[in-house]
């Protein structure tokens, strides 16, 4: 059986993004320490947009730790702006729970890049699904049933795969 390859660029441009995902954050809680509580109104958008272009390279592998990286970069910002907003909290009131809580983050962060780095990315088998894995073996459909990607029932009824021999 084929494995379908990982393309260089994809596989270049994807760890790419995990060094700027990198960066970010050391630099964002360079400059919430060392700076200023207000530096987070240029760094938090720049996490989100980090967190949305990482999600794209990545693809919809939901229980990947880059997944999870991707989704901590969204999430943080918002979740810093519905603190302030909420609690009303001036700059000077925000900079303490922001160095603890953005610790805390950031060790998050690089737990899940360098277990991310290490696993890196997932292809599946010529009969899976080339977006979410699933087993498309003996469908009467062109779709997948988990995701919707559409792909050729002819081709995946010619690789004669055995389906006793398939894990569970």
């Known amino acids: 059986m084929t494995v379908k390859p990982v393309t260089l660029q994809r596989s270049v441009l994807w760890r790419v993004m995990l060094i700027v995902s990198v960066i970010v954050w050391v630099v964002a809680w360079l ?5 200023d509580t207000e530096s987070v109104l240029s760094t938090g958008p720049a996490m989100f947009f980090t967190g949305i ?4 390279v990545h693809g919809r592998r939901y229980h ?19 603190l302030v907003n909420l609690y009303t909290w001036s700059p000077g009131e925000a900079r303490e729970p922001f160095i603890y809580m953005g610790s805390l983050a950031m060790a998050l962060a690089m737990a899940l890049t360098v277990k991310g780095w290490h696993i890196g990315i997932k292809t599946f088998e010529a009969w899976q699904c080339q977006q979410c894995g699933y087993a498309l073996i003996n469908l009467h459909s062109d779709q997948c049933p988990e995701c919707g990607k559409p792909f050729d029932p002819q081709t995946i009824a010619k690789l004669q795969v055995d389906i006793q021999s398939l894990p569970d």
């Open 53 to 56: 272009l990482l999600a794209l």
């Open 64 to 82: 990947h730790p880059v997944w999870w990286l991707a989704m901590t970069n969204l999430f943080l910002p918002v979740f810093f702006t519905t």
């Open 31 to 35: 400059l919430l320490v060392f700076l």
